[in-house]
């Protein structure tokens, strides 16, 4: 196979552990050496290997509480120095007949440089599309990500072909493509994502106080402020249970939820929360839950209902988009996520009725867990059969659409 020249620019510069984050760290080591990983230097303005500190950050088990990418200093001045005193040639050193994959939600910094690794690379140029809740929840999006986002969509349409996360995002990428009228679009395929393949779990013993988790961005659209509402309606009954939240706030549409987090905690009610949890902790925190919930409103993938079934754990989740997708096999219970009173009526159910409980466990333990594995290999074997496309006219910037 053509050695993968992988683009992971944003994810090689922080070690936060989101979705994406996730997908891309997931696809360098479990493609092995068939995977080049390459990002946009903007200090040298070009293309480059990764350097020893960026493969340490995507080793890192340790996640950090940023989400934003971080060049220290020293690298800036590296960069800067290559460019002014070398010669560009020597600067971009990658020419190959490798094929590119791009598996991040690329800036327009990045986007205006693909021309420059498409002309070096013999081979396809393929990438991953997570979701478009930027175009379906705007409101519940930050606002430079909705910004940008249009233009995103179409900067895809100068690949080879796009690897959709699940048919949801698939599907919602192609009917954009469809409402803009796009001329000559790259083939999208839906190629589902995997999850770390979960240790042998020992019997759980019985709780005296159940524990609910919820894996997941603090943002807007996953819906923390209904499920906390929703918790919050169970807690004022003396229902008794412990609700556990790991994940980053999202400083611009998280703020609602992290208010009611710190109102409610506050006030006494059994409510914890990691904002950086790394494996062992997640490991830990799913071996001690009964069930989890995941209220989010809009996903490409689902990866939390995905880690919770491998876990045998059932899960409360949206019976719709890609998170329906995931609940279809078995191991779920789907609520209206977005109405506070049905997800109460969900966790009141699976907290009270444990033949319920262990029923919806009994289907998750049943279900074959994908492995980040499968999904690498997956994603190989489709860009070794991916044809390279003539798109020469939407690399010179002539219109995509008519």
Known sequence: MLPLFVDLTHTSHTRARTGVQRVTRALRQGSGSAVRPICRDPYLSAWRGLEAWEEANLAASTPSVGRGARWPLPARLRGTLKRLFSSRRSRIGISSSGAFLEP?????SVASALPEIFSALAGPRAAIFHDAAALTHPELTPPRTVSRFPAYLQELAVFDGIAAVSDSSRNSLVDYWRWLGLRNPPPVVAIPLGVDAPPPSPSRPPQDVPVVLCVGTIEGRKNHVALLEACERLWAREIRFRLLLIGLPQAQTGGAAMRRIGELQKAGRALFHLVAADDAAREEAYSGSSFTVFPSLAEGFGLPVAESLAHGLPCICSGRGASGEIARGGGCMTAEVADPGDLAAAIERLLTDPAKCGALAAEAKMRPVRTW???????????????????????AGRPLAS
């Open 104 to 108: 991040e939600i690329f800036s327009s």
């Open 373 to 395: 594995t499968d999904y690498s290999r997956d994603v190989l074997a489709w860009i070794g059969d991916l044809p390279r496309r003539d798109n020469s006219a939407h690399l």
